[in-house]
T-cell receptor, first 118, second 115 residues
């Protein structure tokens, strides 16, 4: 049972436009969500995160939105650049709010391949 | 700082062979974990450790063993390789209770093919 789902395997966007990557989850115990970016032949690298007590977190060109009632989050990249072309993974964990610990355990989605065309 | 180092980067095994994937981190991180990445499946947790001498199973532990004798090292052992273990393996670490933001630091991966 896939608790974190990224239903779009791929997304193609023109340089300068907005990229929107979506993620859905089923486990209501998840209280912290992260996005990772992965280039070929490299390990995933952390991009941005959001706590379940917030509905938006922004870091430069990257913004993550969380809709708890819909169990849905999205990553917006504005403006998109060719260097953003990579696989993006959504991930979730429990027990991190209120001073808890994740134990280093993340549940990942399947990933979305983003291609930004010049 | 090398971060998280995995060896080997590539390995081809025959069914039934055993091998160990090595992982070392130099960030004094408390937590370490192993994930495998398969097409259409994302990354799935195999085993994790919250400190030296403490390990536990993740989502897909069958066919794998781990141990954590030091803070720095967390090897993953394949006891009797099967074609279903063909995958890309990632080791990750995180600070743990000294500053847990959920963020994991990943190695570059080890691509394993079992024939």
């Amino acid at each position: 049972d896939q608790q974190v789902k990224q239903n779009s395997p791929s997304l193609s966007v023109q340089e300068g436009r907005i990229s929107i990557l979506n993620c859905d989850y089923t486990n209501s115990m998840f209280d912290y969500f992260l996005w990772y970016k992965k280039y070929p032949a490299e390990g995933p690298t952390f991009l941005i995160s959001i706590s379940s007590i917030k509905d938006k977190n922004e870091d430069g060109r990257f913004t993550v939105f969380l809709n708890k009632s819909a169990k849905h989050l999205s990553l917006h990249i504005v403006p998109s650049q060719p260097g953003d072309s990579a696989v993006y993974f959504c991930a979730a964990t429990t027990n991190l709010n209120a001073g808890g610990t994740s134990y280093g355990k993340l549940t990942f989605g399947q990933g979305t391949i983003l291609t930004v065309h010049p | 700082n090398a971060g998280v180092t995995q060896t080997p980067k590539f390995q081809v095994l025959k069914t039934g062979q055993s091998m160990t994937l090595q992982c070392a981190q130099d960030m004094n991180h408390e937590y370490m974990s192993w994930y495998r990445q398969d097409p259409g499946m994302g990354l799935r947790l195999i085993h994790y450790s919250v400190g030296a001498g403490i390990t536990d199973q993740g989502e897909v532990p069958n066919g794998y063993n781990v141990s954590r004798s030091t803070t720095e090292d967390f090897p993953l052992r394949l006891l009797s390789a099967a074609p279903s273990q063909t995958s890309v393996y990632f080791c990750a670490s995180s600070p743990g209770t000294r500053g847990d933001t959920g963020e994991l630091f990943f190695g570059e991966g080890s691509r394993l093919t079992v024939l």
